[in-house]
């Protein structure tokens, strides 16, 4: 805000920009905006030579170019699908007009642990450098939601953001994390406490990379449809109900339909719900969230994220019920779709004590405050596709919902 030159302010007091003071300081207003946009594919057999959506995807600035990429690959995907470092450079070559590979796929390790040591970022840093990756290259993750969280912080820090496709592969990962605009990795055990908000610049869906994927982990990922569908689309809840058994039974056309109804919420929601960047205190698409941050700490991630999510929306839907904003029957039918799709809805980190006695779960909600960096705004329920926010949890509440929790699982 310091005076550049008097022409600038002359410039600037011409259109309006500049204000002077009453104590003579000048205040400029800087204002520009940029408007983000990136395509989300869901296709099948992304690396198989035939397949355009890669090459075009690359090919999208600059036809004409051959693009040199970098490609990490999560290891636990790869010990599932050993072919697939060879199918990713068998595509490079088929498609060697538009995509070159720099080095061989390399294997990052899969799940929380590439989270939880900054080392894993400086040593795929590392690689960039060392293969001169430019902004005109192309960061390719392929893995579940926690590789594409540390690849794409790297690719957002490195040369201050070069091109980052994600092509995820867990459910979770194709239904919420990766069609959004986050990254991070875990420090002083906080969970994501290094991120940036860093749109990638294309996320590309393949379902056949979930057939591999462990029962768990599939169940898992349905936590953040139940989620979505619960704070916003109540149709959908009826449509998850309605298509339980076939879920349970991974069946494609209903785990495709889930997954591609879900990642359609969570972008309409990133784009219309006015806060991309998450600059307000709330944070919609997190219900269930505050205690599920907490649990994955508390299990030293035991738990899987999805399965959190699962306790802490069971958390929260009974706050609601006893703080009469929700009815019992909404209750029911959301357990009764829970436990079917096969969630636990009670874990004995739920009432651990910290050395003070206080129970630790608690400290997530200062946690969540903490991270949005202002005021507490935690979505509670209605109705069944209804969230609604509010400010404050009354902690005597939160144990007592705690201890029905338990009641009814015993
Ligand atoms: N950035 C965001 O907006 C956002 C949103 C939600 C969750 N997350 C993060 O995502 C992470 C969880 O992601 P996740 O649920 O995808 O799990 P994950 O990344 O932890 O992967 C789970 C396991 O599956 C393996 N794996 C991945 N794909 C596989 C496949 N196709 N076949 C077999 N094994 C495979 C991995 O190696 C790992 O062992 C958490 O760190 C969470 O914080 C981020
Ligand atoms: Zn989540």
Redesign the pocket.
């Given at each position: 805000m310091r005076r550049t030159s008097p022409e600038v302010d002359r410039d600037q007091v011409a259109d309006g920009a500049a204000r002077p003071a009453d104590n003579g300081t000048i205040w400029h207003r800087q204002t520009f905006s940029v408007p983000y946009e990136y395509p989300v594919a869901f296709t099948s057999g992304l690396f198989a030579s035939e397949n355009p959506v890669l090459a075009d995807v690359l090919g999208a600035l600059e036809p004409d170019r051959q693009h040199r990429c970098i490609v990490f690959v999560?290891?636990?995907?790869l010990a599932?699908r050993p072919a697939l470092a060879e199918e990713i450079r068998a595509y490079a070559e088929h498609h060697r007009e538009r995509m070159i590979l720099v080095s061989e796929p390399l294997a990052v390790p899969?799940?929380?642990k590439i989270?939880f040591e900054l080392h894993h970022v400086e040593e795929m840093q590392r690689k960039l450098f060392e293969h001169r990756i430019d902004r005109h290259s192309y960061v390719i993750a392929v893995?579940?939601?926690?590789?594409l969280?540390a690849v794409g912080l790297v690719a957002a820090t490195t040369h201050r953001g070069v091109r980052h496709i994600r092509v995820p592969?867990?459910v979770?990962?194709q239904n919420?994390?990766g069609v959004?605009v986050?990254?991070?990795v875990n420090l002083y055990e906080q969970?994501?406490f290094v991120g940036a908000f860093a749109p990638p610049f294309a996320v590309l869906n393949d379902l056949d990379?979930?057939d591999?994927?462990?029962a768990r982990?599939k169940i898992?990922?349905m936590a953040e449809a139940v989620k979505v569908a619960l704070i916003r689309d109540g149709d959908f809840f009826a449509w998850l109900e309605q298509n339980a058994d076939d879920l349970v039974l991974f069946a494609r056309p209903a785990m495709s339909t889930m997954i591609r109804r879900c990642a359609e919420l969570h972008m309409h929601q990133i784009a219309r719900g006015g806060d991309p960047f998450e600059r307000g205190s709330a944070r919609p698409l997190d219900f269930g969230h505050w205690a599920a941050h907490r649990l994955e700490t508390l299990t030293h991630y035991h738990l899987?994220?999805?399965e959190a999510v699962a306790l802490g929306m069971a958390l929260d839907v009974r706050y609601s019920v006893r703080s009469g904003l929700l009815d019992e029957a909404a209750e029911a039918r959301i357990r009764f779709l829970l436990e079917h799709l096969g969630f636990r809805l009670w874990h004995p980190a739920l009432e651990k004590r910290m050395a003070s006695g206080r129970h630790a779960v608690l400290a997530g909600l200062r946690e969540f405050r903490e991270h949005l960096g202002g005021e507490l705004t935690i979505t509670l329920l209605s109705d069944i596709g209804v969230g609604i926010e509010v400010h404050e949890m009354d902690e005597a509440r939160v144990l007592q919902a705690v201890e029905d929790l338990k009641t009814r699982a015993a």
């Open positions: 999560d290891d636990g995907l599932t899969g799940g929380e989270k893995g579940g939601g926690a590789v969280d592969t867990t979770l990962s919420d994390s959004g986050k990254n991070g969970k994501n990379f979930i591999a994927l462990p982990e898992a990922g899987r994220h999805g």
